[in-house]
């Protein structure tokens, strides 16, 4: 024999559910999920002729470039990307990665990589963030 539900059991199923969902959808991303080492591969050929060796936006490419590109090793990241308060977060870094930093108010000159795979832009991210002196 089965109960019927209530609508107090209902409503309490109903927002756990919610809560869960809400959890999910925005639970932070974390660095560590990429492999900082494939990142410094990706980096070294991607992003050091601007950003250079070590981050701090004095690669041979962004010597010539104004404004200067962003220097990693403070580990400041000005970019609310995905508009949700918190600038710097992993999913800010990937959709700057992604689409460039120009339509995020950042500079046009910070190219897209549309053709990096999220594995790849993850372990990007992590060699970055391991930039941070």
Excluded at 19 to 40: I, N
Excluded at 100 to 109: C, F, M, R, T, V
């Amino acid at each position: 024999m089965t109960r019927a539900a209530t609508p107090s059991t209902l409503s309490t199923a109903l927002a756990a559910v919610a809560a869960l969902a809400v959890g999910l959808a925005f639970a932070p991303t974390d660095a560590s999920a990429g492999d900082a080492a494939a990142g410094k591969t990706l980096y070294t050929t991607n992003c050091l002729s601007c950003h250079g060796a070590t981050g701090k936006g004095d690669g041979p490419v962004g010597a010539a470039l104004n404004p200067k590109p962003r220097d990693f090793s403070t580990g400041d990241f000005k970019f609310d990307a995905d508009k949700n308060g918190t600038p710097g977060e992993d999913a800010d870094l990937t959709l700057v990665i992604k689409t460039g930093a120009a339509a995020y108010g950042g500079s046009p000159l910070m190219a897209p990589w549309p053709t990096l795979s999220d594995a790849d832009v993850a372990n990007v991210i992590a060699y970055v963030r391991s930039l941070k002196q």
